[in-house]
């Protein structure tokens, strides 16, 4: 799997901070096309979580049993 980490903090009140973890089957999105559309993908989370804002974000690959963020 190819997972796109989202780090962001809410934009108001007291400060909190998460990861977002967003999977793509490998057939779907490539690790190359996660790092060029990640923006894209990332405007699209952010639509749906607009009171987030985007500190920063990486592509990987999801390892074997890793753990839901």
């Known amino acids: 799997m190819i ?6 903090c809410l934009s108001f009140g007291a400060p909190e901070c998460r990861n977002f ?8 999105l490539s690790l190359v096309a996660c790092a060029t559309r990640g923006q894209a993908e990332i405007a699209r989370w952010h639509e749906s979580h607009p009171r987030w804002t985007v500190s920063r974000w990486t592509c990987a690959w999801r390892t074997p049993g890793s753990v839901d963020i």
Request: hydrophobic share 55%.
């Open 3 to 8: 997972e796109l980490l989202i780090a962001a």
């Open 21 to 28: 973890s967003l999977l793509y089957d490998p057939a779907e």
